[in-house]
């Protein structure tokens, strides 16, 4: 493989890599994003309450 064939190969793959990523990046955020951040959220109520169950009562 010559140089130029190589420079014309990188110059499809990283446009092609980049909308592919972007509609993968699209697709998450539509229909899996608020999963994620439901269980987060919950996740963090969990710790807070773990903290909070150390703090001295008054």
Known sequence: ???TSFSALI???IPVVAVVS???YT?????YKAKFDNETNRSMNE???FQN???PKK
């Open 1 to 3: 493989m010559n140089s």
């Open 11 to 13: 110059w499809w793959l």
């Open 22 to 24: 972007a509609i993968g």
């Open 27 to 31: 697709i998450w955020v539509s229909k």
């Open 47 to 49: 710790f807070a309450k």
């Open 53 to 55: 169950s150390f703090k």
